[in-house]
């Protein structure tokens, strides 16, 4: 069971989180993910062993959390001008980074210490608000623009699934497509 407790936005919590996370991230790159341990991390991140314990349970809860701050995209996505360019460089861009080895990674700790889901629903979050950044931008342009499900379910969830389960029938041209089939379809 998950001892996650609710973050507060700053203070004591905020520090212990980012000195925590930058300690993973940093053991991670020195000596191999095999390498990680609880007492490691917090030594590294100046707290005690039972900080961790209390705030993520183990060490795996403690991965999805990092990994899920690493999956949360850093800038809004590019505006090529129009709904379709907006949605297929996006598409493909997601498809790069989440079928990447890193990427995979990342969705697998990201899942594997996430009992009450919350983990993944922040994951479809980001990916959903990148989402409507398009969408509203084509609006504004005048674009008649799909939902942010139909695009979710549509392009997003065949990518996850072939990412995730078929990584051998992956590749640009796909995420193309599923943008091209999503934007051609009379129902949006």
Same mark, same amino acid.
């Given at each position: 069971?998950?001892?996650?407790?609710?973050?507060?936005?700053?203070?004591?919590?905020?520090?212990?989180?980012?000195?925590?996370?930058?300690?993973?991230?940093?053991?991670?790159?020195?000596?191999?993910?095999?390498?990680?341990?609880?007492?490691?991390?917090?030594?590294?991140?100046?707290?005690?062993?039972?900080?961790?314990?209390?705030?993520? /349970? !183990? =060490?795996?809860?403690? $991965?999805?959390?990092? *990994?899920?701050?690493? &999956?949360?995209?850093? #800038?809004? +996505?590019?505006? %090529? /001008? !129009? =709904?379709?360019?907006? $949605?297929?460089?996006? *598409?493909?861009?997601? &498809?790069?980074?989440? #079928?990447? +080895?890193?990427? %995979?990674?990342?969705?697998?700790?990201? $899942?594997?210490?996430?009992?009450?889901?919350?983990?993944?629903?922040?994951?479809?979050?980001?990916?959903?608000?990148?989402?409507?950044?398009? $969408?509203?931008?084509?609006?504004?342009?005048?674009?008649?623009?799909?939902?942010?499900?139909?695009?979710?379910?549509?392009?997003?969830?065949?990518?996850?699934?072939?990412?995730?389960?078929?990584?051998?029938?992956?590749?640009?041209?796909?995420?193309?497509?599923?943008?091209?089939?999503?934007?051609?379809?009379?129902?949006?």
């Amino acid at each position: 069971m998950s001892r996650k407790p609710m973050v507060r936005p700053g203070g004591r919590s905020a520090r212990v989180q980012a000195s925590v996370h930058a300690a993973v991230r940093e053991l991670e790159a020195e000596q191999g993910r095999e390498a990680l341990t609880v007492p490691l991390v917090a030594a590294r991140a100046g707290v005690t062993p039972s900080t961790i314990y209390r705030r993520w /349970g !183990d =060490l795996q809860e403690l $991965l999805s959390d990092v *990994a899920v701050e690493r &999956l949360r995209p850093e #800038a809004p +996505p590019e505006d %090529r /001008g !129009d =709904l379709a360019s907006d $949605l297929q460089a996006w *598409a493909e861009q997601f &498809l790069e980074e989440m #079928a990447s +080895p890193p990427g %995979r990674a990342y969705i697998r700790d990201a $899942l594997l210490g996430d009992p009450d889901g919350s983990n993944a629903g922040r994951c479809s979050a980001y990916a959903a608000e990148q989402v409507d950044v398009i $969408l509203a931008r084509a609006v504004d342009r005048g674009e008649r623009a799909p939902e942010v499900e139909a695009v979710m379910d549509r392009v997003v969830a065949p990518l996850m699934y072939r990412i995730l389960f078929r990584p051998d029938r992956l590749d640009a041209a796909f995420a193309r497509g599923l943008v091209a089939g999503l934007l051609d379809s009379p129902v949006r």
